[in-house]
């Protein structure tokens, strides 16, 4: 079936830097997506979502872009700190009944 | 947003034997799904868990090996069966109600010996 894949499978920044965490969807039918943030021993924590009415989306310290021409979705965290290293995972969805497919994941490090 | 519990949180299980993981929602839910995370791995989806029906497996993952129960619209249950090491895994209860964001439980993490 169709899957949704990262670009980037680790990423090292600085404290305060900002990160940009890549994903590429495959199916054109999704119209929901989804960002989480999955630290060591739980389970994911949703972050941000965006539906594909939209390109872009902002939360607190975080953004989601989403360009549907090319299939592409990126989560954006400003002023990166220590408690932001996680692993991030991007999701897809449609029509909202559907079961969430995910992407294979990015580790986030943050470096003090 | 819909509180997950998850029981057991982690247990170490030998080879051949069965354990039952159980889901508990604080409010009712229109969809549960069941994930499987591999060590170091993304979220595999195991299978739906139908209210009042059976569930609906993804490709790769059977009824027999992996039989759920939904009574009701607030718990579930699924069976990891007849395990080995290859099913060492965390396994996830995810919730949603359509055109939202799904939750997930904690997890359980499972080591069979």
């Known amino acids: 079936g169709e899957s949704v894949g990262l670009h980037l499978p680790t990423l090292s920044v600085q404290e305060g830097d900002n990160s940009i965490i890549n994903c590429a969807y495959s199916?054109?039918?999704?119209?929901?997506f989804i960002w989480y943030k999955q630290e060591s021993g739980k389970g994911p924590q949703f972050i941000i979502d965006?539906?594909?009415?939209?390109d872009k989306r902002q939360g607190q310290r975080v953004t989601v872009l989403l360009n549907k021409t090319v299939k592409h979705l990126s989560l954006q965290i400003a002023a990166t700190q220590p408690g932001d290293s996680a692993v991030y995972f991007c999701a897809e969805t449609y029509s909202g009944n559907t079961p969430l497919v995910f992407g294979k994941g990015t580790r986030l490090s943050v470096i003090a | 947003s819909a509180v997950i519990s998850q029981k057991p949180s982690r247990d170490i299980c030998q080879r051949g034997t069965s354990l039952t993981i159980q889901c508990q929602v604080d409010s009712q839910v229109t969809m549960m799904f069941w994930y499987r995370q591999q060590p170091g791995q993304s979220l595999t989806l195991i299978a739906t868990a139908n209210q009042g029906s059976e569930a609906t497996y993804e490709s790769g993952f059977v009824i027999d090996k992996f039989p759920i129960s939904r009574p009701n619209l607030t718990f579930s249950t699924l069976t990891v069966s007849n395990m080995s090491p290859e099913d060492s895994s965390i396994y996830l209860c995810s919730v949603a109600d359509g055109n939202t964001e799904a939750f997930f439980g904690q997890g359980t993490r499972l080591t069979v010996v």
């Open positions: 199916n054109s039918a999704s119209d929901y």
């Open positions: 965006i539906r594909s009415n939209m």
